[in-house]
Structure formats: structure tokens, C-alpha cells
């Protein structure tokens, strides 16, 4: 309990570090990160106007950091934007939970954390929440449990949708395309998923893929010092989240693949 209560007195001190200290750190790429971290935390503790004004910053140095040479690639690019402006319209939006709002920020986090960590991501330390999400929906077809079928699916693919990002930019194609067919499938038909024997092995499947998928990117993992950042008391999820968030953000990316191919022609 001394160290939980140590350690969440720490968060709010970082929390309350001025914007202007931040912007001023004199090495670019720490300091990117470091607003990253620190407009997440602004958000945990429901300060929303202080996380938008930290993404403004993000948003101005990331995009100078890309433009100067072949730090990222342009897909790269692509999903830490799309992410960067699912969060911030999360949080500007007084409708949308704190939580919805700490989900967003994470999900874009993630992503942002995927592109600058080729060894030890901050996503596998999900590995848990998702492959028991996985595990508890295969056990409610299992038991024919409707109603925690429809809640643990639904926790499954929120999960999912914050992953959604950091798998884009760290897993093969072939892979994540497997996963991402496997649960829209799931997701479309889940009366017959849930009712007929022969497709509930895809549920089995997913956790195959998922296991493949975390066991390859974990092979050279070590304990990342910012983990306690991202993942604090209790879970990041709410079991009823919407699955909204993860159509919006394929439709925004879309919208910015056909924008890129109308600028290039």
C-alpha cells in the first residue's frame, strides 16, 4: 500500500509539471516522449485542457521531427497521427468518459511508444488483459452464457481497439491481417459464433495468433522503465466499452490513405 500510495504521489507530481518545462528539454526526442507520457497522466488525473495543450506540443514536434529526414516512415506517420487525433477529439469531447478519455490516450501512447521501441514495445505488457479476454469469451461459448459472452467479447475487442495501432506498426502484415479477419468475423456473426460448434474454433484460432504475436515480439523483452506510466491501478478497460472506437479509427485511416494517394497524383 506505501508503495502504490508512493507511486501514484509520483504520477501527480509529474502531472503537475509546467508545459513550458517540458518544451524547453534540450533533447528533442526524450522531450517528444516525455510530453507523450505527461499529457497522459493530465488526462488520469481529469485534466483535460492541460493533456490538450501538451498534444498541441506533441503534434507541432513530432510532425518538425518527421519532416527532417527518414526517422519514420510514412505509415508510421499515418498511425501516430490518426491515433494523436482520436485522443484528442476524446478529450476535448465533455460527453465521452474520463475513462473512454484515458483509453484514447493510451491507445495513441502505445503508438507512439511502438514507433520509437523496436525491442520491449509498451503494448506486450497487455499480453494478459487480451489473452484473458480471449479465454473468458471462448469459456462463455462454452458454457453458453449469452450475456457474459456479449460483455466478454466486448472487452475483448476494446483491448483490441487499443492494440489496433501498436499491431499496425509492429506486426508482420500477414499476421495482423489474420488477427484483424479472425475478429471482425467473430464480431459480424456472433449469434452463429456463439450458437454453431463449427465456427467457435476461430475463437481458439485468435488466441493462437495472439499467442504467435506476443511470444515474437516479447523474444528480446526486459522490464521497460516507463511501463508504470502507462498501466496503474486497476484496468485501462471498461468491460462495456464500445467497439465504436476501433470502426472510426479504420474509417479515419482510410480517409488519410485516399488523401495521400489524391496528393501524389
Do not use: C
Not at 502507462?230 to 485511416?253: C, D, F, P, Q
Request: charged share 30%; proline share 2%.
Amino acid at each position: 500500500m506505501k508503495l502504490l500510495k508512493g507511486i501514484m504521489g509520483s504520477v501527480i507530481i509529474l502531472a503537475s509539471l509546467s508545459i513550458q518545462a517540458i518544451a524547453a528539454s534540450p533533447a528533442e526526442d526524450e522531450a517528444i516522449e516525455t510530453i507523450a507520457d505527461r499529457s497522459l497522466q493530465f488526462v488520469k488525473v481529469d485534466r483535460r485542457q492541460e493533456a490538450e495543450e501538451l498534444l498541441n506540443v506533441f503534434s507541432e514536434r513530432f510532425l518538425d521531427a518527421a519532416s527532417e529526414g527518414n526517422l519514420y516512415s510514412m505509415d508510421e506517420i499515418n498511425v501516430v497521427t490518426i491515433a494523436l487525433d482520436d485522443a484528442m477529439k476524446t478529450i476535448k469531447d465533455t460527453e465521452k468518459s474520463n475513462q473512454e478519455a484515458v483509453n484514447e490516450m493510451t491507445k495513441f501512447r502505445l503508438a507512439y511508444d511502438a514507433v520509437n521501441h523496436e525491442k520491449s514495445p509498451l503494448w506486450t505488457k497487455m499480453r494478459g488483459q487480451i489473452m484473458t479476454a480471449a479465454q473468458d469469451t471462448r469459456k462463455a461459448v462454452k458454457d453458453q452464457d449469452s450475456v457474459a459472452f456479449q460483455e466478454e467479447l466486448n472487452r475483448l475487442l476494446a483491448i483490441y481497439n487499443i492494440l489496433y495501432p501498436s499491431l499496425k506498426i509492429d506486426v508482420t502484415p500477414e499476421k495482423f491481417q489474420q488477427v484483424d479477419a479472425h475478429l471482425k468475423f467473430i464480431d459480424q456473426y456472433r449469434p452463429q459464433v456463439f450458437s454453431d460448434s463449427s465456427k467457435q474454433k476461430d475463437i481458439a484460432d485468435l488466441e493462437g495468433q495472439l499467442h504467435d504475436i506476443f511470444d515474437e515480439a516479447e523474444k528480446d523483452d526486459t522490464d521497460p522503465s516507463l511501463w508504470w506510466v502507462i498501466i496503474s491501478t486497476g484496468s485501462i478497460i471498461l468491460m462495456t466499452l464500445s467497439y465504436v472506437g476501433y470502426r472510426k479509427y479504420k474509417a479515419s485511416e482510410e480517409i488519410i490513405h485516399t488523401k495521400k494517394k489524391n496528393h501524389d497524383i
